[in-house]
């Protein structure tokens, strides 16, 4: 039988998060998934706190660093779009809902997830400032096309490829209207009187 490696032990816990949420992630449930031993995770992790903090870690990699480094992968910020928006859309979207509801209930997932929300907002503001906007607007875009994303996900989980591909489309072009619209980067006289109290 082949050894099992680290990543083997995050990945099963990983699919038993998206089975059946982080009431799923026992030493016992994780080693008869796996058909191995409690010292075959002791061998790997000190704990069960250790194997969920690298558990959202590998979370982490697989559903956010991966896809924003593929993105990187050189072309001009279209490109980079076009490859992030790509490998989106293979991921696991019920493995993202599993983890946010995990957040509700967990500290140490919500502050990972704050920071992931928060790093993946920010990278998609990075993609709009390098087409030319301005940072406020860019954030904005930004917001406002992550929120579109982290809803469609909750709303539409059980979309077919082809209603994602279209719902796509559909956010990809009202973004790209309200890109154009000069108003998006300035605040109206009522927004900007409540940021200035």
Partial sequence: MARTSRNDWLDKGLDALRDGGEGALTIDGLCARLGRTKGSFYHHFEDIAAFLAALLARWEERQTSAPIHHAEAGGSPEQKRQRLSTVVRSLDGRLELAVRAWALRDERAAAVLRRVDARRVEY???LYTSEGRARGAALLLARLEYAAFVGAQMLFSDLSAEGA????????????????DERVAR??????????T
């Avoid at 591909?165 to 154009?180: I, N, V």
């Avoid at 605040?187 to 200035?196: I, N």
Wanted: hydrophobic residues 50%; positive net charge; charged residues 30%.
């Fill in 124 to 126: 998609l503001a990075s």
């Fill in 187 to 196: 605040p109206t006289g009522a927004a900007r009187r409540r940021r200035a």
């Fill in 165 to 180: 591909r279209s719902l796509g489309l559909a956010l990809d072009r009202a973004l790209e209207l309200l890109a154009k």
